[in-house]
């Protein structure tokens, strides 16, 4: 189980079971995070990996740097390292799946004629999540013919929300795709860079939207399905909760809340029921 | 600890050991409780366990089992106990899964509450290993009649 | 394509025309109506009215739905200030148990704000209460909660009090936390939980 270490001898190479009892406790009180015995051998190695980086000289002394940074820098280091903070197409495809074969037909239930069906992404960052899921819809949901689509994407970042709305990416963030999706919704500019195709790149909405903030929230609404992954876990507990409550009202009653792998609304909000389907759990607004 | 023989330990009493391995969800805010909670029913009781931390977790991990029984407390954040079992009553996959409600909580007017709400049997804190163990195992049909 | 464009207008904040201030008098009355959808529509809305303070708390007295008790809530921790600490902290007293936790965590959200209701509600003659205010030691109200509760576990007598103050030292306590806990196997009668707490504890706090 130890890692190879390269440190000074004081270094630890081990994390105790009492640690890691510790240590889930404070990074699910803390973000929501949620890991069971099953992930011992991954978060042991993102411990270890910090403890040598931060420069502390045990486990423990790590877990009081986490607890006691005010600068929260800690916290977020550590998130990127468990969360692998980094985006690419189909990343988390298995929600996807969910979305075309279960949740949207679901939705589309009660929908009237002529009525959107309407999903928002956020946060976007550079467009991998909202492009994806327009592709795996045209390509895999039987019914899209049939209904109107609108895809939203926000982030609170205007530099992202301008490299999403040119669609360039590099060969690392394409490499999950199959060739024939490579082939019908990219172009190449040169021989390692994949751009979006215009007309799906145009049907994409992009907008400036700080989750944070209740009055921006609040203008989107009759939102079917809102892909909110791994952005939570970086807020506080109160934002968290104003957040869930502010997409509680976008929803439509009925509608769903998609959250990253490992995170789970059950440290966030009270205000969805919880849904299992085939391919993942999600959250959905009750109906009534 | 009780300076009495524990027949459960000894494991000469056979007929309160569950036959197969059975499956325990343990609902509790608090991770000590867990923790104690796990280390009574795990080993050497035969029952493989999972944890959540409230009652938004106990749903994921329920829709997500099978569970043989569920341990809940009362006192949890976002939802708590009796929230959690007015919710599995009324979901339609798990909503006939034994309950055991353990709490603080000690008036006659808390469990007419957890009845009404559907929770099997009610044990108020602190509970010694013996008492877990007796009732883990007649919740979950481990015992003979 | 059946992809189309959301329209903008619906989907690009500060675009759209600015929102009237609600109406005070129908957001409160609202607050009252029979439908879920109303009550917390009304709720979210009251959050303009600072002064709406112990409207608030009083439904959240009543109140029974749980989308409704979060956005008050979620508007007395936003609204802060001691006023909005002391309209919650009767509430860990309350029957219903969503509303009792609810009241505790936005106590321990609330920062500075909760600390003398802390004092107050962990010295209270229910020991209900004293375990659900344990609960705000766990938030942000700093000050020295961490030597109250082991001043406090020194004198306890409920063993189901005893194990809620250890089970938050033992994720929030120091090196100078274990002796206190060690004291409390001396003092009390002997009880499996409580042991295997203060030992599980120990085990995990900070040795320096």
């Known amino acids: 189980m130890a890692m190879p270490r390269t440190g000074g001898p004081s270094q630890p190479d081990a994390v105790t079971d009492e640690e890691f009892a510790r240590f889930c406790e404070f990074i699910y009180r803390r973000t929501g995070l949620s890991y069971g015995a099953s992930k011992r051998y991954f978060i042991d190695r993102r411990i270890l990996e910090r403890v040598e980086r931060s420069g502390v000289s045990s486990v423990q002394s790590y877990l009081a740097l986490l607890r006691f940074d005010s600068t929260g820098r800690e916290l977020e280091e550590i998130i990127n ?208 | 600890m009780s300076p009495s023989p524990n027949p459960i330990t000894q494991g000469n009493d056979a007929h309160i050991r569950p036959r197969r391995p059975k499956r325990l969800l343990i609902v509790d805010d608090a991770a000590l409780v867990r923790a104690y909670y796990r280390q009574a029913l795990e080993q050497p009781g035969g029952y493989t366990v999972d944890e959540a931390f409230n009652g938004i977790e106990a749903l994921e991990k329920a829709l997500s089992g099978p569970y043989d029984l569920i341990l809940v407390d009362v006192n949890m954040p976002k939802m708590d106990g009796l929230t959690f079992v007015r919710t599995l009553r009324t979901t339609e996959e798990i909503a006939c899964l034994p309950v055991m409600m353990t709490s603080t909580l000690n008036r006659d007017k808390d469990i007419a509450a957890a009845r009404a709400v559907g929770v099997n049997l009610y044990l108020v804190k602190p509970i010694s290993v013996d008492d877990l163990r007796l009732f883990a195992a007649i919740m979950t049909g481990a015992t003979e009649p | 394509m059946p992809l189309v464009k959301a329209p903008s207008g619906a989907a690009a904040p500060g675009g759209g025309p600015a929102r009237n201030t609600p109406n005070r008098d129908a957001v409160l009355a609202d607050l009252t109506a029979d439908t879920p959808d109303t009550r917390r529509a009304a709720a979210r809305a009251c959050r303009a009215f600072p002064d709406a303070v112990a409207l608030i708390a009083k439904r959240l007295e009543e109140e029974e739905d749980t989308r409704v008790v979060e956005a008050l809530v979620l508007n007395l921790v936003a609204i802060g200030g001691p006023a909005a600490a002391a309209a919650l902290a009767p509430l860990l007293r309350s029957d219903r148990a969503g509303c009792r936790f609810a009241a505790a965590e936005a106590l321990a959200d609330m920062g500075p ?54 089970d938050v030292l033992a994720e929030t306590g120091t090196a100078d936390t274990a002796a206190v806990l060690t004291a409390v196997l001396d003092r009390l009668p002997e009880d499996q939980f409580l042991r295997f707490s203060v030992e599980t504890a120990l085990s995990r706090l900070p040795t320096d």
């Not at chain 1, 609108?150 to 999950?176: H, M, P």
């Not at chain 1, 939207?209 to 791994?230: G, L, P, Y």
């Open chain 1, 81 to 288: 390292s468990l969360t692998v903070n980094e985006t690419y197409f189909w990343r988390e495809e298995y929600q996807f799946a969910c979305l075309a074969n279960s949740i949207l037909p679901e939705v589309v239930r009660t929908k009237r004629r002529g009525e959107p069906v309407r999903i928002w992404s956020l946060p976007c960052s550079t467009g991998e999540e909202p492009y994806s899921i327009a592709m795996w819809l045209l390509e895999n949901w039987a019914d899209v013919d049939q209904y109107d689509v609108e895809i939203i994407a926000s982030d609170i970042d205007t530099q992202v929300l301008a490299a999403a709305r040119q669609g360039l990416y590099d060969a690392r963030s394409v490499q999950r795709l199959p060739k024939w999706v490579l082939d019908r919704y990219f172009e190449r500019p040169t021989s390692d860079r994949w751009r979006i195709v215009d007309s799906l790149r145009s049907s994409i909405e992009f907008t400036r939207i700080n989750a944070s903030d209740r009055a921006q929230m609040a203008k989107m609404t009759d939102i079917d399905v809102i892909f909110c992954r791994n952005m939570l876990i970086y807020f506080d507990d109160v934002s968290r909760r104003e957040v869930a409550d502010s997409m509680y009202s976008s929803l439509r009653p009925g509608g769903f809340v998609c959250l990253g792998h490992s995170e789970s609304m059950s440290r966030i909000s009270p205000l969805f029921a919880v849904r299992r389907f085939a391919d993942a759990i999600v959250y959905q607004r009750p109906a009534r």
């Open chain 3, 113 to 166: 704000d909760a600390l003398p209701f802390f004092d107050a509600l962990i010295r209270d003659s229910d020991p209900q209460v004293r375990i659900m205010a344990a609960e705000i030691a766990r938030g942000r109200v700093g000050g020295a909660v961490v030597q109250t509760l082991e001043h406090l576990l020194g004198m306890e007598e409920e063993i189901n009090v005893c194990c809620a103050f250890i």
